[in-house]
């Protein structure tokens, strides 16, 4: 791998999980090096840099006036939602290839204008959808892949916590669906492969919830190929928890496959039994084919950086992932009207 110098903005919590990546993966930490830290906060910068060893590091609040200082080759942007416009497209003015936290973008004209400033500077602009590299959505790829429960008719997603986490997502709008759905919806779209054509959705903020908008949602998505895929959420279900990577059941033409979103998975096709039903036979549930698709951000990162070395794109490269942007936008504006939307409208092929 090529080595590439690269300024980290944004040095908040989500950073450590960023820099954390880069320290345990031996590719990574031998071929890129953090030669800058930008914070608002200066003080949260400085303490980042030392946390992490990073005493080397130029340490600013001004992201320009660090990319002229430093002449990184890449941008990592772990700022918040609110701020992602303005750091990308200084770092595209830069010359920089860009790597976001997601969403990539406050509203969908913004994430066409980001968009467009990429492609014309000619430079990668990707998201960290680090839940898609993970063992069980890969594993779940493979097995819709094989054809072993046949054509995938419906995928089910069950996501409840109640997570406190104090800060921006308190007072965020539509905190579930633009904060955490997200993950889900990206990563139905990866499992299935199929697109989205249309959503219906309702917003709530249960009685109780600590946020002040939009903690729980449930949406229905009208997917290619006569598909469905539902979603039931929220953030603010206290009591017996569902993994953070949601409860999962995809159903096919021949059976189905059931994962917990930890540890546990149950593939079952029709059996053999006269009469009414005819109960179920299980499958073995096949393993990921590439391990090193399945490490988190670290998968991520090295996607982004074989891309830049091999001028190819990464898995999820800005173009591809306005369309997992497009179903929390389209869900959002289904909950706002009441109505369903019709993605292709949001901009489900920008």
């Not at 953090?34 to 400085?46: F, H, N, P, Q, Y």
């Not at 090295?302 to 929390?328: C, Q, R, W, Y």
Request: hydrophobic share 45%.
């Amino acid at each position: 791998m090529t080595g590439y110098k690269a300024v980290l903005c944004g040095c908040g919590a989500m950073a450590k999980g960023w820099l954390r990546a880069l320290a345990g993966n031996p590719l990574l930490k031998s071929s890129i090096e953090i030669v800058g830290l930008v914070d608002l906060d200066r003080g949260t910068a400085e303490a980042l840099a030392q946390e992490f060893g990073l005493t080397d590091a130029a340490v600013g609040m001004n992201l320009p006036a660090m990319l002229e200082a430093t002449r990184p080759q890449l941008v990592f942007d772990v700022v918040i939602p609110a701020a992602r416009r303005a750091v990308v497209s200084a770092a595209l003015a830069h010359g920089c290839h860009v790597l976001s936290e997601k969403p990539m973008a406050t509203s969908l004209d913004e994430a066409r204008d980001l968009l467009d400033l990429a492609r014309k500077a000619g430079r990668i602009h990707a998201v960290v959808q680090n839940r898609r590299f993970i063992s069980g959505v890969r594993r779940m790829k493979r097995l819709v892949e094989s054809g072993a429960i046949g054509d995938l008719t419906a995928v089910h997603c069950d996501f409840f916590l109640a997570p406190h986490f104090g800060g921006f997502r308190d007072e965020m709008q539509n905190v579930l669906l633009l904060d955490m759905a997200i993950h889900t919806f990206d990563a139905a779209r990866f499992v299935s492969g199929k697109v989205p054509l249309s959503v219906y959705c309702v917003e709530t903020n249960p009685a109780g919830s600590w946020y002040a908008h939009g903690a729980a949602a449930n949406a229905i998505f009208k997917l290619s190929d006569d598909a469905v895929f539902t979603y039931r959420g929220s953030w603010c279900a206290e009591g017996r928890r569902t993994s953070w990577e949601s409860e999962w059941r995809l159903v096919g033409a021949n059976g189905m496959l059931t994962w917990d979103g930890e540890d546990t998975f149950e593939v079952t096709v029709s059996g053999h039994e006269p009469g009414l039903l005819h109960g179920a036979r299980s499958l073995p549930m096949p393993e990921a084919s590439n391990e090193a698709e399945t490490q988190g951000h670290a998968s991520v990162l090295l996607d982004f950086i074989h891309a830049i070395d091999t001028g190819s794109e990464p898995e999820t490269i800005g173009h591809d992932n306005i369309k997992s942007l497009s179903m929390v936008f389209g869900a959002i504006e289904s909950a706002r009207t009441g109505l369903a939307v019709d993605l292709s409208a949001q901009g489900q092929n920008p």
